[in-house]
């Protein structure tokens, strides 16, 4: 009885026990930070690293920022999208599903907004939702407790004194677009202090999309320096299908006055003008004297494109840790957990273009870092396949919200609590492409891409490419046809019959007859 007794008390001792200390640790549901920015490649962050065909590009980079989330934090070197372009991007990020599911095959379309995405699921769930920035979608966010949105040129919004559309109405502000963004990031999160709800906050930059127009502080970076050429800038698109030659997206042969600021930058105002002027007046006008032709032209054209391009990035990078520095200095750092990735990859003059669309490496990787306090290992750098369509399920699982059934991804998460531990993972991520005719004529395709090959089917016209990419990192020549690589082509032919009736993707199946285009 006595023996009994103890029992019982003890019992009861490490009931109360087990209470307090749950009281004490109960777990409060994560901040989550989506920081998201547009057509930002990975070889345009250092913490990425060298890259094959152009190594010293990565001395000339400023991303501090971006470093610092990626040495606290995870850098996935394999991230893709499912379908390199704008809103199409969005709307598989915020659904989980591909394209030919959520409706969005291009960025002409219309994101139904009454479709399930997971904002919606975690507002559901007791999580405060706002998206600040560029939304792009063309129909008004749904899901979110406040947003506030840029308006312009269909979405695509500008560099310097943008309009933001919010639930209340519209309002043009003055400044620099990727600043005034930050304030109202910094706003949002100010008022999130002391709520008993966690957030989630989409912070997202128009950097740095076309055309590429940096903060006053940025116009000298890059003065007085010739940025490397990447080792296949002059590709002559040999060895591949025609869809390669047909394409428009050549800085020697595309790129318009605009986009090389021989024309400035619309919706400046006179103050602003006086600045760009001074900058690039004199530049512009050395330019116009001299009369360039031939390579010289080109490579006078890939120096301004490239230096705007880096050194929007700069600017960016500069208010994103704008915001990393708040979170610290308000404690909210602690439970909060940083995400960053841009809707797809571009190209730094690789293979001699700029622009996206592409199932190529440069346009089909994305960035992403994720860093999660007390949960991600520091400077982590994790190498399985992964793609935009995780990233729903990944947040869902991130706020222990429930994931439904019908998305198509992975959530990340086990990768992101202990990368070694996952043995077994997705083998082949799959893509599929549809915007042509549109910007650029970049032809239809869809294809299959393991950790070292890729196979692409350019449906509409009927032609392969096939890469190894270990002995052809910046694919320059298909294999398609070579008789030692028939049976591995064979075989992913396979799997990509296989990945397309998995994910259910039976848009445009049959190819036009070449001769019929
Ligand atoms: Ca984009």
Redesign the pocket.
Known sequence: MKYFLYLLVGNFLLVLISCESRQATEPVRPNILFIFS??HATHAIKAYGPKANNPELVDFLQTPNLDRIANEGVLFTNAFCTNS??GP?RAVILTGKHSHFNGMLNNDTTFNAAQQTFPKLLQRSGYQTAWIGKWHLLSDPTGFDHWSVLTRGNGQGSYYNPIFTEAAGQQEETGYTATLITDKAIDFLEKQTGKDKPFFLAYSHKTP?REWVPAPEEYDLYKDVDLPLPSNFYDEYENRTSATREQEMEIAADMNERDLKLIYPDYMNEEQLAKFEAAYGPENEAFREANLSGKELTEWKYQRYLKDYLRSVASMDKEIGRVLDYLEESGLAENTIVIYS???G?YLGDHGWYD?RWMYEESLRMPLLVKWPGVTPAGERVAHLVQNLDFAQTILEMAESPIPGDMQGRSLVPLLQNPEGVKSWREYIYYHYYAYPDWHMVRQHYGIRTDRYKLIHYYTIDEWEFFDLKNDPNEMKSQYGDPEYQELVNSMKEQLQEARIHYGDTVNLQPTSKYHR
Do not use: P
Request: glycine share 0%; with cysteine.
């Open positions: 547009d057509d372009i704008c991007s999309h841009s809707d797809q571009f996206k």
